[in-house]
């Protein structure tokens, strides 16, 4: 059967408007590869796209965590089969970078003069088109298609090329040792994979810190030792109590507030690790006294979803094994034709939604 | 002869006073040793602590930077002998807290609750009695005594207890790899060292920011391949220029204010390190862009000076390699009695002072 | 009551005879604490020592793994009380030696001319008096007394001073990463806890490998995701299979011999890391091919079970998580006056056993 | 001015013979790039080749150090210009295998079903044609090609590509720290720069082992502090006098013999690390005694040298900032038509040859 020539695809037109349009079917370049997208999924970076809180360009296509199948290979691309069940994450490093070369594959400058730019291997949804839509082109296809296992079923690692990765990079950075306690706030889709991250890293005492029902129970259920919820008690008085004063060796901030980033800090033990997750929008302040004015040997550490297909291997290695259950998140279904419903309930997170399966 | 039972000590009174009095030699207590002092200096926190900004109890001697003899051992103490010279770090760890056994000596709780405490290994002239009079008592001496090595001066090792070990704390957090470009902010005492630590951690392209001429001179003497004056050239705009657009791997901290710390952080590549070492005064703001809003794999670390013998052994083994001379730094040299004299310069930085030596 | 001033006490009189015999109850110094033991266990290392592989002097009371209950403190220690509930680690650091001070606790000194001694943090049943006795002289006690949390018994906290620190020690020093696959040689009681550290760490498919049918259950029970009989197959050519062909991120050596160590060696994937736990008896061969003749980025690492009271303090905080329940390897009990009983079982395996529990 | 179709390259014929023949200049495929050779030379491995010791197939051209200028880029590559002046690292990373995303550049399977081989980052004169020719085929040429410097003659860069990178992976894989004391056994052209590395990375104490006059003269003008004649004295003995019986905290074997390996390990102070360049004929033996029975927490670690345009980037780095300079391994000069007569010398180490220059 012949491929068609035009798709659906989700593009953002303007702030508060993202909106199911037509589109050509891309061609597929020497290096790259087209995946017909199976099911994929919306972020809240994507709620951020649409209500332009972050720019991109009219016309794009938005989504950044492509489940599919194979459909065309560049004519370079070897190693891989056309039908193939295939993920690729979020962040798509071309690992020819200096960046790539230096093992700092998030912030690939690609071919630019220095081989490093801010968020550079951020691409999907952001500087080409992505993964809401019938197809998907896949740039620098050799270093980011990643075979999904047999066995394992799209929504079992839809989480993989975007929250789950985030999340677990808030712990790995972190660099949590056995027997550690470690305190997450916020318990959203990427507070609750640090949660799970943390617990995999060797946590032994997890507290989350959370106030919806809903995303408290979930916690439970992923990892968490111990919930606070910081509407009915102050967060840092609470830690410092549960931890008998001695505060938390590392503390992940999940949200992207003031707020919790000074919690974080607040709780710290003298030489702890704050990791951050939280996608800012304002400038932070690092209260004085939390930071013991510079001397305490506190780290603070920033993570953007580590990609790649060594990366995604490694996640669904994690899901084969049982380890770790993500299914649980995938509150609601859609089709792709439905993704403006789809959108409205996500962007004002209702009926307890947690993330939302799409499928074309 | 008989020791004497009393010793002139500088001593805190009040914010603006720090005067010589008459003070009991200390009595030595059984995992202590007395130290006579014959070198020591005075540094930028003892001038906190005279304004007033960093409290001290009234009465306490101040100064953290011993050079001396063996005077007598505590009965437990082995492995030294009376008449020894010796160093102690600025930092005393106890070796046996919490904090000590997993390796965070300087924020050592000793025998509190948790074994963690903000600063708690820096007892000299903050806790405990200092370095600035005829003698003093080093406690957990096993921990903390470090015999000088034959045919260094107490100059030549003056540096170590405190500067030398925590300039160099900014480049080895700042876990400098061979090819890096650092820039240091500010060419103080602690600044320079940086810059020396920069050097031999294998820096090869050092950018020193500094505005004074003689410290500006004093960073290329000790390692520095490019030196901007932030008086002639916004260092932001200049550094992005000499480094071709591409910004440092490191950024090291080393003078305590916002403005220094925002530059750090402006002049970072994406995945890049800003080492702090700075006395903060007041709260902090991250600037959102320069901080790619969480997003740009930056760390932020601080060092708080390390001590214990076994830093020591290696600061010595340092300048006794001749690798880095620090000697130069001593610009200034005054007898423990003109200490007030002393005080009154190095506060006011008159006279191209970087570091005087006070001789009892 | 009175303190008695006699005890009993296993003692090794000379290969091939551990014998039980009344001893002193020690004199306590300054620093040390006695603790009456109420729960200890017997090692593989004792093992060696009753065959006179590892020579020890005649008249040394053996053991090292003390669970018990403060007796005695000397007149410096500070932060304990006498009645408190504590164990120790196998390794007791003193905390003051250049070995300590540079975070190398097990090869500490102590007071020696260079504060480095290979193997110096074991004195226990080494250099000075064991566990098998009805009370133990712990030295450095600051630095080694670790209270067991309130509602943990002590058959839960008896792996802490030795299996369960080196066993995780073996997954640590592999640096082992969420997402990888580990082969564990060997499922005696440390092989088990490596097991169960791996796991801990994050590792995704552990297989261990063993032919005692309740070891291999056993591994099955505490986190191997799969288990190899080397009688029944070749377990280099299984494992590469199992693995399709990738080979294992890291290897653990858990036994102490050429075959398991040449086996690690073979299944490694090029870049990866073989942990030895083994105590070996004679020089090793590393063979040139399974060593891609030095240019395959592996590493060997070797640990010494680490010791210290912060270290006991997070292993205990593993087992009160829940995370590792290590009961089920306390397989058989004796009193103190049936110890000559226990080394006759525990040394020829005999019964299925895996540790005993001793109680005075 | 049209390219020639023909070219002059150094083949592999048979065990014993390396002759210069005709050859095709290559097709450049649409991610390499053609470089034109200006300066290239030969490595120990190459006699290797020649003696039949390690094998490659008959016709290959050899040599995997090329210095040129850009003649013909392929046409996806951007980000270069033909005319160019370049090197590329020995090791020629894909960027897109497994390995590569895990940042284990130099066991880079590329397309093959794991993305990881032993040593399969090395390609020029192993796997594809080198680089003792006119022309050279550069693969992967965007992870690749690292432009030259301005200012930067053709034998400052000649090391960059194999010797300063291998050399200087060995003080970084052994993780040297600023005070260390390091040993190095061999001061052939690896041995030198391992030994410039260590002092880059900041050892202080660097003890070089060699016996032929003029290497050992030139590991004092490189970095080393002291030199061991092992034809003098016996090489353990003396490291252990010079270091008062402390040992090193890292010994580096560059040679690739069982002698040079074990003395490494028996100069190791418990917790030192042993760092392995050389290329081993042989089965090691690795003796109990200087192993500590396995409980010394040594590391023992082997490095093939790191490739890829960005570690070439800060390796030209080091030589710009003057930090290192290796023009004085270049001992003998010829033109790519005398290769034959180079390899006699080389072979053979007669004159006192350290590195030659050939030029085609």
């Given at each position: 059967m012949a491929m068609p020539t035009m798709m659906k695809a989700a593009i953002?037109?303007?702030?508060g408007r993202i909106v199911l349009e037509d589109k050509p079917v891309p061609e597929v370049g020497p290096n790259d590869a087209l995946v017909r997208i199976t099911t994929t999924t919306i972020c809240g970076t994507d709620v951020h796209i649409l209500k332009g809180e972050y720019p991109v360009e009219a016309g794009l296509t938005v989504g950044h965590e492509p489940v599919g199948v194979i459909e065309k290979l560049g004519r370079n691309v070897r190693g891989y089969a056309e039908g193939q069940r295939v993920i690729a994450g979020a962040i798509c490093p071309s690992g020819y970078s200096n960046a790539c070369l230096d093992g700092l594959h998030s912030q690939d400058g690609q071919s630019g003069a220095h081989g490093l730019k801010p968020l550079?291997?951020?691409?999907?949804?952001?500087t080409i088109d992505g993964a809401q839509a019938d197809y998907i082109l896949v740039p620098d296809a050799m270093a980011n298609l990643a075979p999904v296992p047999d066995g394992l079923s799209d929504e079992q690692v839809l989480?993989?090329?975007d929250i789950m990765s985030t999340g677990f990079a808030g712990a790995e950075s972190g660099d949590i040792r056995i027997g550690d306690t470690v305190a997450v706030f916020a318990q959203g889709p990427i507070g609750l994979c640090a949660t799970a991250g943390a617990k995999l890293k060797g946590a032994t005492t997890i507290i989350a810190v959370e106030t919806v029902p809903e995303r408290m129970a979930m916690a439970e259920r992923i990892g968490a030792d111990l919930v606070v919820d910081f509407r009915r008690a102050d967060p840092v008085a609470e830690i410092m109590r549960l931890t008998d004063g001695r505060g938390v060796d590392v503390a992940i901030e999940a949200l992207g507030l003031q707020s919790t980033f000074e919690w974080c800090l607040s709780v710290l033990k003298p030489g702890g690790t704050l990791s951050s997750l939280g996608v800012y929008a304002d400038d932070l302040t690092i209260p004085l006294a939390a930071f013991h004015?510079?001397?305490?040997d506190h780290k603070i550490v920033t993570s953007l979803c580590p990609g790649g297909k060594e990366r995604m291997r490694r996640l669904m290695n994690v899901i084969d094994s049982g380890r770790v259950d993500l299914t649980a998140m995938v509150t609601h279904r859609y089709r792709l034709d439905e993704i403006e419903t789809a959108y409205e309930l996500f962007a004002n997170q209702?009926?307890?939604?947690l993330k939302v399966a799409i499928t074309p």
């Open positions: 953002f037109v303007e702030p550079g291997g951020w691409r999907f949804g952001n989480m993989c090329p004015a510079g001397l305490g209702r009926d307890g939604v």
